[in-house]
């Protein structure tokens, strides 16, 4: 039985490249524009993109990138479809429990968007998360799926709004244009580049304090790795100093953004 | 209408990829079907009721929570398997589908639970006289239904598998999910890159169209081919 | 497999049901009742007619029904606009309102040809007794034709409610929380999407049999007559 098992087996594996890990696969979202993209091209592009390459390079990695939907990706990391995510993926404690964690490589503070007015009542409203629930109380609220976002806006404004689901930022934010939601909630660099400063964006701002209770949010952006993956976290890692002190991630990050995305 | 020049190329690259793993698909619940119809007609109790468990519960979901639960549930729970029984010998064991087999495999196994349903209803319909006489010439086992049973029900299956092509052919849409870049999936990108959902719908659902109608004309000389001696009799 | 998982998505999933059976509910009978008329000028009606309500029907089942939701919903968006400039965008503005519209069209489509195709097997001894007995067109088609198609109907009928019930399952991609939506939804906060889809999946498997029941039985009532011969 066990023969046979193991002669089964090894067909399979012969077919499909099943073994070793000479080639490492690293996932990004390709819907989170300047962090990562697909152009007209279908190809992947962003400041994402390019860290993963450089710390590929700097590790001395053969890897390959692959696009995954967000609200899949930590999925199929623990499906081994891939080995590790460069997606600026927020390091909440909810995420930490499933996967392990590169040092912090970027810092994207989480925001509401909403329209110039509902943003003044907002700022009538008081401070702090207080003024959101007030000015919000009965709105309409778009979410990604398994974006940071998603868990901290369900807890803390429960019953008291109506919640739309999507799967990609795009689409919320064209729903906020279209009028569909009020206030959307996501990182305030993608919604500032890809969104307020084109001119869809005109009638729209981030309104209220930055989201930031670190038990949703964490301390910043970082690598996800399978939590049994210490060899690669800590080749990453190394990686990571690495570009940071040779300068490669400055002018990268120079290429994407006028300011310093790594945070304080 | 300067987008759809511009994001052309790629909706071309998603509508062949959508042929593709329609065909793929296609191919493996034809196999599927034939393997279901044979367990169902004249299989044990255990391939009958796999076979009857199989189409129950396709039928009864779904398709894209099907899509979603293979697609997250299915490689782990083979891959945990191997790695269980193999011992120390598989513990790297991967099970690794690219999107395209992922998505061929996924739609193939559910259009076999409905391709199974359309081989078994053609198979019932070959008169036994057909098959009796064909014992009484001396045809046996692989002869009898390669030449008597198999090209006799063909006949009868060409239009109930046209349906589930037809069928199949939509669900592609679904199979985005999974990552492969078919034709909806590069127009959900031509729409969110250009914010004209609108435009690059409107020119997914022209592809589909196009492929049924092509589809449809297909299957209709197809099912005239299949049908010519009859005709010639009546 | 984590079964705790399974029973607390329960209560959740309940919710989502409520939307699923709303959704397919109210559009299932919208279809019908759209589909009634449709179907029988599709079989009887004027060439011109029938001809236009068969590219409707062909268009609407020639695609894939993501593609269709998508136009009215995200297409919609991009026609803001003109749309408000003519006083239509309060519909679509909803997306409640986007996903009654797009499944009422879609099973509009297919149950006017499921109606077209029973009308036609109506024997046409039948339609010629009637005529005989002095039948107006309107009386006919109310005493002898519909009465017979709705028999011929319904095993194909059954199959379109089914099918318009697992439709549903897609209306979490134009945001709003069916069965499916909420077990994505808890999967992502719990990444036990294969315990929460296979939940949602016997959620579904449970509902479409039922209704199968429910429908066989409407369906030997309804064709009594012809087994008693």
């Known amino acids: 039985m066990k023969r046979i098992f193991t002669a089964v087996v090894t067909t399979l594996a012969l077919t499909a490249p099943a073994f070793g890990q000479d080639v490492v696969r690293v996932a990004t979202e390709g819907a989170y524009p300047p962090f990562n993209y697909v152009d007209a091209n279908g190809e992947l592009g962003g400041f994402d993109v390019d860290i993963a390459k450089a710390l590929c390079a700097a590790a001395d990695l053969t890897c390959e990138l692959v696009a995954q939907d967000w609200d899949g990706i930590i999925p199929g990391l623990l499906a081994e479809r891939y080995d590790m995510i460069v997606a600026s993926m927020t390091m909440t404690e909810e995420r930490a429990q499933v996967v392990d964690f590169s040092d912090k490589y970027a810092q994207v503070p989480q925001h509401f968007v909403m329209s110039d007015a509902l943003g003044a009542s907002v700022d009538a409203s008081g401070d702090g998360i207080d003024a959101l629930k007030t000015a919000l109380n009965g709105k309409v609220i778009g979410l990604v799926a398994a974006t940071a976002a998603e868990p901290y806006v369900r807890d803390t404004f429960g019953n008291s709004v109506t919640y739309r689901s999507y799967q990609k930022m795009e689409d919320a934010l064209q729903d906020l244009v279209a009028g569909r939601i009020d206030a959307y909630a996501d990182g305030a660099i993608p919604i500032t580049e890809s969104f307020l400063s084109t001119p869809d964006g005109n009638g729209f701002r981030l309104a209220g304090a930055a989201l930031s209770d670190p038990s949703y949010f964490g301390l910043g952006n970082g690598i996800a790795f399978r939590q049994a993956d210490d060899a690669l976290r800590e080749k990453i890692n190394a990686a990571l100093a690495q570009i940071i002190a040779d300068g490669t991630y400055a002018k990268i990050n120079d290429q994407y953004f006028t300011f310093n995305v790594y945070g304080e | 209408m300067t987008s759809l020049i511009q994001y052309g190329p790629l909706l071309l690259q998603g509508f062949a990829m959508t042929l593709l793993v329609s065909l793929a698909a296609f191919g493996v619940a034809i196999v599927l079907g034939l393997l279901g119809a044979w367990a ?55 099970l690794d589908f690219d999107p395209f087999t992922a998505g061929a495999l996924t739609l193939g196994l559910i259009y076999g639970a409905f391709a199974t349903e359309v081989f078994r209803g053609a198979l019932q319909s070959v008169p036994r006289g057909q098959i009796e006489a064909g014992r009484a010439y001396g045809f046996h086992g692989w002869r009898l239904a390669r030449q008597i049973v198999l090209p006799q029900m063909l006949r009868f299956a060409i239009s109930g598998l046209g349906n589930v092509w037809l069928v199949l052919v939509k669900a592609t849409a679904l199979i985005s999910a999974i990552q492969l870049t078919e034709l909806m999936r590069t127009a959900e990108l031509g729409a969110a890159n250009t914010r004209e959902p609108f435009t690059f719908y409107l020119a997914a659902a022209a592809m589909y169209l196009a492929i049924t109608i092509a589809s449809l004309l297909a299957l209709r000389a197809a099912e005239r081919w299949a049908f010519r001696g009859e005709r010639a009799v009546a | 497999m984590n079964v705790e998982t399974m029973i607390d998505a329960v209560p959740r999933l309940f919710d989502g049901l409520g939307v699923t059976l709303l959704l397919a509910g109210v559009t299932l009978i919208l279809g019908l009742i759209f589909a009634i008329p449709l179907g029988v000028i599709r079989a009887r009606g004027s060439r011109l007619l029938s001809a236009v309500i068969q590219v409707y029907t062909f268009c609407f089942r020639g695609t894939p029904l993501l593609v269709q939701l998508y136009l009215i919903y995200y297409g919609s968006g991009q026609f803001r606009p003109e749309l408000e400039a003519a006083g239509f965008w309060w519909f679509f503005r909803d997306p409640w309102n986007c996903a009654f519209l797009g499944y009422t069209l879609s099973t509009t489509a297919y149950t006017t040809e499921i109606i077209r195709g029973a009308i036609l097997a109506v024997p046409r001894g039948e339609i010629e007794a009637s005529i005989a007995f002095g039948m107006g067109p309107f009386t006919r088609l109310r005493l002898v034709i519909l009465p017979q198609a709705f028999g011929y109907a319904l095993p194909s009928y059954s199959n379109e409610v089914v099918f318009q019930i697992q439709a549903t399952a897609l209306v979490s991609l134009i945001t709003l929380p069916d069965i499916t939506g909420i077990a994505t939804v808890l999967a992502n906060r719990t990444y036990q999407h294969y315990e929460l889809y296979l939940t949602a999946a016997l959620f579904y498997l449970v509902l479409v049999y039922a209704v199968l029941l429910v429908l066989k039985a409407v369906e030997a009532r309804l064709t009594r007559h012809r087994r008693a011969h």
């Open chain 2, 40 to 94: 169902k007609i004249s299989g044990g109790r255990i391939a009958r009721s796999i076979a009857g468990t199989y189409t129950v519960v396709i039928r009864g979901v779904p398709e894209l929570v099907l899509i979603l639960l293979i697609y997250y549930g299915l490689p782990s729970v083979v891959q945990n398997g191997v790695r269980y029984l193999g011992g120390e010998a598989f513990a790297r064991f991967r």
